[in-house]
Structure formats: structure tokens, C-alpha cells
């Protein structure tokens, strides 16, 4: 691969620290990872948005999730079509495989897919309503849900709504997988909604009676 090129070297020196101390002070417990494999407790799905860092807002150490990343924290629905699947694929591991206990979904403010999904609702994004357009095609998961936000006046808290909706979204289609329901159903997987406000550093978490997001 000759486009390939050497890391840039504000990331060699971080690396350098980073091995120097964290690694260095806790080189059993690494090796213990290393050797014994991973059993996180929980598996988190959250948007690529660099804002949103889930290990800094639980504290999270090595091994402790298992952590997907895409575009506005979305699961599709359960397709078993033969074509790749990332998210599907990361979850059916976390579920099977490492048989986590939680399954976290974490939608968050400002997310610019979900707002690029407002903007093809309302007809103002025809760049994402090309067929090229990897991220049109992949917020049109989260189209559906826009049928109740889309009376919401206010574009800031239309978006807010929007967000949460994103996540109860995810849950829905988490729960189309046989082997996600038949845990769940089981009693040995729950399912956990969450929003995390960015500038306030806010959490809320969905809960069910409410049909609502409450904070933490
Ligand atoms: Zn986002």
C-alpha cells in the first residue's frame, strides 16, 4: 500500500507517554488481558462524533466495554441478506460471543447525522438523497421516527427530540435480532437507552414507564 504514511509525530510522542507511564504502571494488568481475553460487562453503541467519549464519562478501563462507533449511534434492523454489516456483525459478537449483561445505546447533542437526517426529511439535503451517499442511505434508518418530531417548532429542540428518538431507534431494531430478544427475554441482557448533553455534560437515560429520557 504505497499511499501509507508514517504516523504523524504528535502521535508517536503521545504513544511514547502513554507507554511510559499508564502502560508501564499497569503492565500485569495488561498482560492479564492479554492472556485471559476480554469479558466486558457491557457493549456501548455511540456516535463517531469525537465529543462523545464514553470511557471518560464511566471511567472506563481496558477491557471494561465493548465499544461500536458509527454514524448517530444507529442499529439497523435485523437483515440476515448476505451483505456486510458492521454494526450487526459487532453486535451479534458482544451478544454470542462475549455474552455482555448491558447493551448501551448513547445518543448525544449536536449530533451532525442526526441533523443531516432532519435536513433530508425536510427536503433540504439533496446531497443525501443521492444513492451515492453512504451516509443518506445509513440515516434513513432513523427516518421513520422523524413523523414525531417533525411538529416541534424549535430546530434546536426538534434536534434534541431527534436524538433520543435516534436511540430509541437503535433499541427497537436491537430487539428485531432472534438472539437479542431471546436474552433479553431470558433475563440475561437489558437494554439501556442514554443522551448525553455535550456543553453541559448532562446524562439521561430512557426510561420506559415515562416513555421519556430522565437524567441520571
Ligand atoms: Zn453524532
Known amino acids: 500500500m504505497e499511499f501509507a504514511k508514517p504516523l504523524p509525530s504528535y502521535l508517536v510522542t503521545r504513544y511514547h507517554g502513554w507507554k511510559a507511564t499508564s502502560y508501564e504502571e499497569n503492565q500485569g494488568w495488561y498482560r492479564r488481558l492479554a492472556t485471559e481475553g476480554q469479558r466486558p460487562r457491557a457493549m456501548v453503541i455511540s456516535c463517531c462524533d ?8 464511566f471511567g472506563a478501563d481496558q477491557g471494561e466495554f465493548f465499544i461500536h462507533r458509527n454514524i448517530a449511534n444507529l442499529v439497523p434492523p435485523y437483515a440476515p ?3 456486510h454489516h458492521g454494526t450487526s456483525a459487532a453486535v451479534e459478537y458482544a451478544v454470542t460471543a462475549l455474552k455482555v449483561a448491558h447493551l448501551i445505546v ?14 433530508m426529511c425536510k427536503g433540504q439535503a439533496p446531497e443525501l438523497e443521492q444513492k451515492t451517499s453512504f451516509v443518506g442511505r445509513w440515516m434513513e434508518i432513523l427516518k421513520p421516527k422523524f413523523e414525531g418530531v417533525a411538529d416541534i417548532e ?10 433520543r428518538q435516534a436511540v430509541v431507534a437503535s433499541m427497537e431494531n436491537l430487539m428485531t435480532f432472534p438472539f437479542i430478544e431471546s436474552a433479553v427475554k431470558a433475563g440475561e441482557l437489558s437494554l439501556h437507552g442514554l443522551w448525553t ?14 416513555g421519556a ?3 441520571v
Do not use: M, W
Request: hydrophobic share 25%; charged share 25%; aromatic share 6%.
Open 50 to 57: 469525537s465529543r462523545v467519549h464514553v470511557t471518560s464519562i
Open 81 to 83: 441478506d448476505g451483505d
Open 106 to 119: 448513547l445518543g448525544h447533542s449536536q449530533c451532525g447525522g442526526v441533523q443531516g437526517c432532519i435536513d
Open 154 to 163: 424549535d430546530p434546536v429542540d426538534q434536534a434534541r427530540q431527534f436524538e
Open 197 to 210: 448533553d455535550i456543553g453541559e455534560g448532562g446524562l439521561e437515560c430512557y426510561e420506559p414507564k415515562a
Open 213 to 215: 429520557f430522565l437524567p
